[in-house]
């Protein structure tokens, strides 16, 4: 007779029991944000999802080793992060540094082109453009004021001598009546003498 009647019991026990364990899994599943979110978030998360006894905060073990794992990720993703933003910024500070180097030579470049133009050599030495200018205009200069101090000085010369040469033809015009006169004298004076002897004979 109790052969014939279906375990109804055994069934809600076994249903029962398999309630159970899924809500157990479901329980000691671990949440999705512990996966994909910040490690801010699920600090968050933890804070708000945990109780304090005693001053104590109870966390369990599966979601604390998941949380010690995904700050040591973190960690680490960060050091490589740092690591490489170091190598970055050693490679820029490489280049800056060639860059500055560069930016220097052309600086020297650029002023030894410009000391080119604005100079030449000048008896074996580099002469500035401005300073041979000057010294060019200072010569000029120079031999304006010499041509102009020999001008006058040829110019009182000239004068000098025309005045020398009147006064040299005024003096040969006064030698030259001079001469005429005192022959004009003599010749009276022989012609007197003469005559004066020619009286002394006849007397």
């Not at 968050?44 to 109780?51: G, V």
């Not at 304090?52 to 990720?73: C, E, G, P, S």
């Not at 133009?117 to 000029?140: L, N, R």
Request: aromatic share 8%; charged share 30%.
């Amino acid at each position: 007779m109790n052969k014939g009647k279906f375990p109804w019991s055994r069934v809600m026990l076994a249903c029962l029991l398999s309630l159970c364990v899924v809500t157990a899994r479901s329980q000691y599943t671990m949440p999705a944000i512990m996966d994909s979110a910040s490690i801010q978030s699920q600090l968050d998360y933890l804070q708000e999802r945990t109780r304090i006894y005693n001053d104590f905060r109870a966390i369990r073990d599966d979601i604390f080793l998941k949380m010690k794992t995904n700050v040591t990720d973190s960690l680490h993703r960060e050091k490589q992060e740092v690591e490489r933003l170091s190598s970055e910024l050693t490679g820029q500070n490489v280049k800056i540094d060639n860059l500055n180097k560069e930016l220097s030579r052309a600086r020297e470049e650029r002023d030894q082109a410009i000391r080119t133009k604005d100079s030449f050599s000048f008896f074996g030495m580099e002469v500035q453009k401005g300073v041979y200018h000057t010294i060019v205009w200072i010569i000029v200069v120079g031999l304006l004021i010499v041509g102009v101090l020999l001008f006058l000085m040829f110019k009182r010369s000239y004068a000098v001598t025309i005045q020398t040469r009147k006064e040299l033809q005024s003096v040969r015009e006064e030698y030259e009546e001079y001469r005429k006169t005192s022959r004009e004298k003599y010749e009276k004076l022989v012609v007197t003498h003469h005559n004066e002897i020619m009286r002394l004979k006849r007397s």
